[in-house]
């Protein structure tokens, strides 16, 4: 369920709500970011902190290769995150080269949501 509800998350991320970043002019984007990076996060740290713990356990019960593979994606998810996400969304927030944030942005969620995915695929298809 865990997995299920960040590959829903980072999805709608993807396809709905950093394209219509793009539709915002630079003062109303300021004050819909705001409201939303407070809100996003309210839903997706419980997410990512629940999935990283429940893979670490999970390997930690079964060390098989694939175990290994599933929290190595979680944790290049971590990364694209806190090394690339999070710094765009300060750019943004800051009114720094919001265009080009906001295509990086886009790039980089894509990583995420393909390896979001992956992770999905992996835990469905041990489970089935």
Do not use: C
Not at 15 to 26: G, H, I, R
Request: net charge neutral.
């Amino acid at each position: 369920m865990i997995d299920f509800g960040v590959f829903i998350m980072i999805w709608l991320v993807q396809l709905v709500v950093y394209p219509a970043f793009q539709y915002f002019n630079p003062s109303n984007l300021e004050r819909w970011h705001h409201r939303y990076t407070k809100g996003i996060t309210i839903v997706v740290m419980p997410l990512m902190i629940s999935q990283l713990f429940l893979h670490g356990y999970i390997l930690y019960q079964d060390k098989s290769p694939l175990e290994v593979v599933t929290l190595a994606l979680v944790l290049a998810a971590w990364y694209i995150t806190f090394v690339h996400a999070v710094p765009l969304h300060n750019k943004i927030s800051m009114r720094t080269d919001i265009e080009d944030s906001i295509k990086s942005l886009i790039q980089f969620n894509l990583g995420r949501a393909l390896i979001w995915t992956v992770v999905l695929a992996i835990t469905f298809f041990v489970n089935i």
